[in-house]
């Protein structure tokens, strides 16, 4: 019996701050780009990470490109030095960000992890399979999108995690923080959506 390998993870060391940014990327567009710039930045990561999910269990995922193809995409826009790509996801068998959480936060424990997400997802983060816990085992960063903030800081997650909302100045400190800790940062702005850019393309 051959042995299963490990997933092969992007590059990562001791004590190093990593942002992970999940999703479909259907597609990658410049708006990923932004968030994971603004994070790199305001955050001071080291790398951020997109991973590309083999399907949003929230979505229909039966006209979802292959993940190969997606995550192609998506290393021509990063094209970053500290952005990686990886669908780990797909070799370990994980469709939920929780379980995929705790699988690095096991397999990484030497690394310290933020979730990033824009603030279009935080309307919706209550959705979540075990969001709840998601909140209390990795600190979240949230960027501020178009036409997203006033329903995002008035969301059902927002509102049920307010008292774990650390000050804007603070945000350098997040990665350091015990969760439950979350940030809302406000920066650059783009009005690119996958949904929109599906759209556009489609015959």
């Not at 370990?92 to 424990?109: A, E, F, G, Q």
């Not at 309307?123 to 979240?140: E, L």
Request: aromatic residues 8%; hydrophobic residues 40%; proline residues 6%.
């Amino acid at each position: 019996m051959i042995a299963k390998l490990p997933p092969k993870l992007p590059p990562h060391a001791k004590n190093i701050t990593i942002g992970l940014l999940g999703g479909s990327f259907n597609p990658a567009h410049a708006g990923h780009r932004l968030i994971s710039t603004i994070a790199l930045k305001r955050l001071k990561l080291d790398y951020v990470w997109w991973l590309v999910t083999p399907g949003n269990p929230l979505k229909d995922n039966k006209a979802l490109p292959s993940q190969s193809i997606r995550m192609s995409t998506a290393q021509k826009i990063a094209n970053h030095p500290r952005i990686k790509i990886t669908g780990f996801e797909s070799q370990i068998n994980t469709r939920y960000t929780y379980d995929t959480i705790l699988y690095l936060k096991k397999c990484c424990s030497h690394v310290k992890f933020i979730w990033l997400m824009g603030a279009d997802n935080l309307k919706s983060f209550h959705n979540w399979q075990n969001w709840q816990n998601i909140a209390k085992i990795i600190p979240f960063a949230v960027i501020d999108r178009p036409g997203s903030t006033l329903k995002a800081c008035s969301s059902k997650a927002a509102l049920s995690l307010k008292k774990h909302k650390i000050k804007e100045r603070d945000v350098s400190v997040l990665a350091y923080s015990r969760a439950p800790a979350w940030v809302l940062i406000h920066a650059q702005r783009s009005n690119l959506s996958s949904t929109k850019l599906r759209s556009f393309l489609s015959p």
